[in-house]
């Protein structure tokens, strides 16, 4: 899930996640859960809703933004983002050619077969 549009509110205002959390009587780690994740809690979240739009209220943000501080922001998480621009040089990397101990190198370190092979069953 992605974050609440509510995290770039409460930056723009200067207010903690902590203020909220003092305000609406609840543990940091649940507003935490609200605005990075979009996970609410299973009960009186309509109430906890209003309590957080008031409290938004009280800090002057504007009407558009308190009405739109529920939706999802629209920001691709770092994996994403990662996959759609290095996808070839991560595939170059996973296909390198398989590289054999030589014999100098298994008398060295007393090995009796090359530890690299495919186990056999």
Known sequence: MSGLYLKS???GIGAKQSDLARSV????ATI??????????????????VKITEFLREKGVGEVEVSAA??????PSIAQ???????TSLE???LLKKHRL???ARR????????????RS
């Open 9 to 11: 509110i409460l930056g």
């Open 25 to 28: 009587f609840l543990s940091p």
């Open 32 to 49: 935490s859960q609200i605005v990075n994740h979009g996970l609410w809690p299973k009960k009186n979240a309509s109430v906890l809703k």
């Open 70 to 75: 529920f939706n999802t922001a629209d920001k």
């Open 81 to 87: 983002s990662n996959q759609t621009n290095g996808n």
């Open 92 to 94: 170059e990397v996973m």
């Open 102 to 104: 030589t014999q100098e």
């Open 108 to 119: 060295a370190f007393k090995l009796l077969r090359d530890p690299f092979e495919e186990v």
